[in-house]
């Protein structure tokens, strides 16, 4: 199973339209760790995915009018298997709420905390996700001398973790202090 589906795009096209939580797809051999039923998951899928973003990326890819067409970068499994953007580790600031590479909480408890086993999807579908991004982000950078990506939406009303107050934005295509040059 390919996890990170990469589209071609321009060859001198520096962006690439990162899509890391609009699947709705868990493999079952995840779905038997996970606790809740199925119709209580269904719930936690609807409020954790980020509903049409390759729908909305392969849209922007497909009438670019800059004519240079984005790099495309989708996710294939349900951020609930996996978070691509979430540091490994214990240093990943959301594992306080239990959201970091592998999910144990998102207001439901998905896994026991701690999770007993989070080598298999770390291994399976994590490490081999970094890798192809981190292949495509080097190829773009020695290409291009630059690499943007991101692609996010924001339901309706905030997570149980979030800010109430903070911004809500339908769509999110930016940067982050992490990760962005001061340029």
């Known amino acids: 199973m390919t996890i990170c589906r990469i589209q071609s795009g321009d060859p001198a096209s520096p962006v690439i339209l990162h899509v890391p939580h609009a699947s709705r797809m868990i493999p079952d051999t995840v779905r038997t760790g996970l606790l809740p039923p199925d119709a209580?998951?269904?719930?936690?899928?609807?409020?954790?995915?980020?509903?049409?973003?390759?729908?909305?990326?392969?849209?922007?890819?497909?009438?670019?009018t800059s004519g240079r067409r984005p790099w495309l970068?989708?996710?294939?499994?349900?951020?609930?298997?996996?978070?691509?953007e979430r540091f490994p580790g214990e240093g990943e600031p959301m594992n306080t709420v239990g959201r970091g590479a592998v999910y144990t909480c998102t207001g439901t408890l998905l896994r026991p905390e701690p999770a007993p086993?989070?080598?298999?999807?770390?291994?399976?579908?994590?490490?081999p996700y970094a890798t192809t991004m981190s292949e495509l982000v080097d190829d773009r950078l020695a290409a291009t001398g630059a690499a943007v990506i991101g692609v996010h939406s924001y339901p309706r009303y905030p997570s149980g973790f979030e800010d109430p107050t903070g911004p809500r934005p339908a769509l999110c295509i930016g940067t982050d202090d992490f990760h962005t040059p001061n340029r």
């Open 40 to 64: 209580e998951l269904e719930s936690e899928l609807d409020e954790s995915t980020d509903t049409a973003t390759d729908l909305i990326a392969q849209g922007a890819a497909n009438y670019a």
């Open 73 to 84: 970068a989708i996710n294939q499994v349900s951020r609930l298997v996996i978070d691509p």
């Open 117 to 127: 086993d989070t080598r298999y999807p770390m291994d399976t579908y994590f490490h």
